[in-house]
Every structure is written in C-alpha cells, then in structure tokens.
C-alpha cells in the first residue's frame, strides 16, 4: 500500500466514524515514515472536510460529526507527538471563533485543528461568539491573528464590527485578521478590510505562514 491509499483509507475511516481502524491506520502511516503532518492533512483533515460536506447537505447530523470528530482525534492523538516542532518553539497565536449570530462551527474547527496541527496556538473562542470577545481573548493573550468565520449572509456585518473597532481603539496593527465561510469571498475581504481570505482549512495554514513569513 502506497502512501496515497493509506491517506484514501484514514479519510473513509474517519468518513465511518471508525474510530480503531484510523488508530490503526495513522500508526500504520508512521511505520511507513510518513510526515505526521502529511497524514493529518491528507487523511484526518480530508476526512473531517467530507464529513463537513455531508453535514452541510443534511446526509450527516450533528451526532456523526461528533463521532467522526472523535475518530480523528484518536488519529491526532497517535500523530501529534511527531509533529515539526520548529514552530512551536514560538508559537504564533490565533484567536479563532463563529461570530455572534451563527452556530455553525465544522469549518472553524477544522481550521482550528490545521493550525494546530501546523503548530499554531490556538485559542478557540467557540460559536455564536459576542464580537467584543475577540479583541478582549486577543488582547489577553497578545494574540498575533484574529480569526472570524460565519457560514450565514445575515452575520458577515459582524467581521466588518470587529474591524472597526479594532480601528477605534487604535488597535489594528496589531493583529492580523482572517475571515472565512461559505458567503464570504476575497471581495468582501478587501471590503471591509480583512488582511486575508481563505476557502478552507488548508489553504488557511498555508497563508498564514506566509503572513508570517514561516516555510512548510
């Protein structure tokens, strides 16, 4: 078994909540010496993005996104202890939430788990989250990113709150702010003056590093 069937059989693993088999599998991937992070990002992550779909199309209800969230936490577990640490040593900080209105959260977990995986330390603020909170965990914890995600048109309104009042309080530079989610775009980004959007988790790790200027 090549590398690319192993990481098509974690993601099925994790797709049917089997949660021995993804076990098995990601020690499995480390006797092949696979990268963890490789696993995690072709096999756990893909997974839990199929999951998330069928959520989204109502195939999946909210107990199977547990189930399956718990049977890629059993692979992370078994992966995590070989992670890069080069990152880790400084650690960049990301408060992370659903805005205030919207109770949908498969997509900000799954960038949460990415940039943790990536050795990012995240602060996860959770869902339906009051716009003051982010600026308040950030300052508390001198964040580096503020990351916002909504998957309704009726919530966007809120990123673009948070924004400007990290400009009323004189704040802004300090904080690099991500947003994300199905309605949201590039345009709206640039609109209310975001520094970056992303489609999905993978693509949201990988520009952040560049934000920061952190190499793969």
């Known amino acids: 078994m090549d590398k690319e069937e192993l990481f098509k059989k ?20 480390l006797n092949m010496n696979i990268k963890a992070y490789e696993t995690i990002t072709y096999g756990l992550i ?7 779909k069928l959520y989204d199309e109502e195939e999946y209800f909210l107990p199977e996104v547990l189930i399956a969230s718990d ?3 059993e692979g992370l577990d078994i992966l995590r202890p070989y992670l890069d640490r080069k990152l880790m ?10 805005v205030e209105g919207d109770t949908h959260d498969v997509g900000k977990n799954l960038v949460k788990i ?27 914890i001198k964040a580096d990113i503020i990351c916002m995600s909504t998957l309704m048109t009726t919530t966007m309104p809120g990123m673009k709150r948070v924004i ?15 947003i994300g989610g199905g309605p949201v775009s590039k345009k709206f980004a640039d609109k209310i003056g975001a520094d970056l959007y992303t489609k999905d988790a ?12 952190i190499s793969d």
């Not at 893909?46 to 998330?52: H, L, Q």
């Not at 990415?114 to 600026?135: C, H, K, Q, S, T």
């Not at 993978?202 to 200027?213: C, D, G, I, Y």
């Open 10 to 29: 974690i993601s099925d693993a994790v797709v049917e909540m089997d949660e021995d088999l993804v076990g098995e599998l990601c020690k499995e991937s």
């Open 46 to 52: 893909k997974g839990m993005d199929i999951v998330g």
């Open 71 to 73: 049977a890629m936490n």
């Open 89 to 98: 040593d400084t650690p960049i900080k990301v408060v992370i939430g659903v």
């Open 114 to 140: 990415m940039m943790e995986a990536a050795g990012f330390e995240v602060y996860d603020l959770g869902r339906d989250v009051p716009l003051g909170n982010f600026i308040a965990k950030a300052e508390e």
């Open 164 to 178: 400007d009042k990290l400009t009323e309080k004189d704040l802004r530079h300090k904080y690099k702010v991500m």
């Open 202 to 213: 993978n693509e949201a790790v990988r520009e952040a590093k560049k934000l920061f200027s």
